[in-house]
Nanobody, 122 residues
């Protein structure tokens, strides 16, 4: 069932920025996925935090433009998206895994949000 919830989607022009948030975020392994119309869901970014060290990974398409981060005080994770392109248009989903091992395998994630729409116009 849903144990996380996204916020922050919207519409921007190409080159613009958006920031997505997901709460709560007490899980070691959390990630963002996205699904464009007519396409399969794909991984975007993940963050794995053990004690005070975080490991972040990104899919090639967003490297250098997107940043995933964790705010322990707010119990949230965020996805800062800069230099947005029309091909970034998709429904973005937050996902959490109970176990500490963290990778981009969808099947490994236990909780999913309902998604937030991001639309980038040319």
């Amino acid at each position: 069932g849903q144990h996380v919830e996204e916020s922050g989607g919207g519409s921007v022009q190409a080159g613009g920025s958006l920031k997505l948030s997901c709460a709560p975020a007490p899980y070691t392994c959390m990630a963002w996925f996205r699904q464009a119309p007519g396409s399969e869901r794909e991984a975007v970014a993940l963050i794995s935090t053990l004690i005070d060290t975080s490991r972040m990974e990104y899919t090639d398409a967003v490297k250098g433009r997107f940043t995933i981060s964790r705010d322990n005080a707010k119990n949230t994770i965020s996805l800062q998206m800069n230099s947005l392109k029309p091909e970034d248009t998709a429904m973005y989903y937050c996902a959490a895994r109970i176990q500490w091992e963290c990778n981009f395998r969808e099947a490994d994630f236990d909780y999913w949000g309902q998604g937030t729409q991001v639309t980038v116009s040319p």
